[in-house]
C-alpha cells in the first residue's frame, strides 16, 4: 500500500504560478500511474494530469500548456506546476495512484483510484 501526501495550495492570484507536491510513502510499479485530480464546490471531480512510473504523461484540455506533471524519484515525490491560473482552476486538489489499465483511464476517471491524499487546497481570486 501507499500513502499519499499533498501540498503547496494556497492563494494565488489571477496569472500567477502554484507548485503542487504529492509525497509518496514509496515508488512502486503495481502502482504505475499518479495523478493529479481537482473539485470545486458544486462540480464534479476532474482528473487534471496523470504520469505513469514509464514517464507518459496525460494532460486534461483546459490545463495543457500551462500544467507540467513531474517527478522526483530520490524524494518520492510527484510535483504539478501550475502557470497562468485562472479563478476556473480553483478547488482541492488531489492526487491518487493505483495500477489503472492506461494512463488515461485514471485521469478521464474511467478507472478509479483506490489510494488518494487529503486534498490541498487552490484558490484563485483577486
Known amino acids: 500500500q501507499v500513502q499519499l501526501v499533498e501540498s503547496g495550495g494556497g492563494l494565488v492570484q489571477p496569472g500567477g504560478s502554484l507548485r503542487l507536491s504529492c509525497a509518496a510513502s514509496?515508488?512502486?510499479?503495481?502502482?504505475?500511474?499518479i495523478g493529479w485530480f481537482r473539485q470545486a464546490p458544486g462540480k464534479e471531480r476532474e482528473g487534471v494530469s496523470c504520469?505513469?512510473?514509464?514517464?507518459?504523461?496525460y494532460y486534461a484540455d483546459s490545463v495543457k500548456g500551462r500544467f507540467t506533471i513531474s517527478r522526483d524519484n530520490a524524494k518520492n515525490t510527484v510535483y504539478l506546476q501550475m502557470n497562468s491560473l485562472t479563478p476556473e482552476d480553483s478547488g482541492v486538489y488531489f492526487c491518487?495512484?493505483?495500477?489503472?489499465?492506461?494512463?488515461?483511464?485514471?485521469?478521464?476517471?474511467?478507472?478509479?483510484?483506490?489510494?488518494w491524499g487529503q486534498g490541498t487546497q487552490v484558490t484563485v481570486s483577486s
Open positions: 491518487a495512484a493505483d495500477q489503472p489499465p492506461t494512463v488515461q483511464s485514471l485521469c478521464t476517471s474511467r478507472f478509479v483510484a483506490k489510494h
Open positions: 514509496k515508488f512502486t510499479l503495481d502502482y504505475w500511474v
Open positions: 504520469l505513469s512510473v514509464y514517464g507518459s504523461t
